[in-house]
């Protein structure tokens, strides 16, 4: 089972995530287009997390299966463990370009650790972030399943649907003015914590940049 019902959340990412998606979605849609240089015409389907859907978010074979689409070059269970990363929010566009979102409203929440325990599945993930990290052409000296290891995965998993040949992107939703969860009140917080991350993970300019963007959202423009 990789289909997981939420609760209406109240608070940090999930709540705004939630809410953005479901109530303005032309919010977050607008800000997508206009990073990745798409026409305004282009119409974003949001799949996932749906007040339909119990708010389900996805992971594993069931995140694949909910874009609709075939991982025909490598599969997914070749390249990562069950228990994968499960995504905060899913979409598809009009012209089929896949939308793989991670939120956050709080810097802390972008300090994460490798929680594995089967030695087999720890090898599997180590190989594949190694491959990824090969790929970016990162230098750094860093074990890609510490301290970053959320943000990692992420990138893996880009970069595994781009190998399939996929027209996949990756969104990182940085949502500004928590003030309960003691979130950035400006995007310039976010973008510091932001440089700091990826020189510690050697990947400035890289292969699969302009597939990744940041988007910034206040939580006092939402419903």
């Known amino acids: 089972m990789a289909r997981f019902p939420q609760p209406p959340c109240d608070k940090d990412s999930q709540k705004w995530i939630q809410r953005i998606i479901n ?6 849609n607008s800000q997508i287009k206009a990073k990745l240089n798409l026409s305004r015409d282009e119409h ?6 749906l007040k339909d859907d119990r708010y389900s978010e996805y992971r594993d074979q069931e995140f694949i299966d909910l874009l609709g689409v075939k991982l025909t070059v490598k599969p997914l269970a070749d390249f990562w463990p069950e228990r994968g990363p499960q995504w905060d929010a899913l979409g598809k566009s009009s012209s089929g370009k896949l939308f793989l979102v991670e939120a956050k ?6 300090i994460s650790s490798l929680q594995a325990g089967d030695e087999e599945s720890i090898k599997k993930i180590k190989t594949s972030l190694e ?12 074990e890609w399943t510490q301290c970053f290891y959320q943000y990692t995965n992420r990138i893996a998993h880009l970069y595994l649907l781009r190998k399939n040949d996929l027209p996949a992107y990756l969104i990182f939703v940085y949502f500004l003015n928590d003030v309960e969860m003691n979130g950035p009140t400006t995007y310039y917080e976010w973008e510091g914590a932001l440089r700091l991350l990826n020189s510690y993970l050697g990947i400035g300019k890289h292969k699969l940049q302009k597939f990744i963007t940041d988007v910034y959202v206040d939580v006092r423009t939402l419903l």
């Open 23 to 28: 109530n303005q979605p032309e919010h977050l």
């Open 44 to 49: 974003i389907q949001w799949l996932s997390p």
């Open 105 to 110: 409203s709080h810097i802390p929440e972008l």
């Open 131 to 142: 491959e990824t990290k090969d790929y970016l052409n990162s230098r750094a000296k860093v």
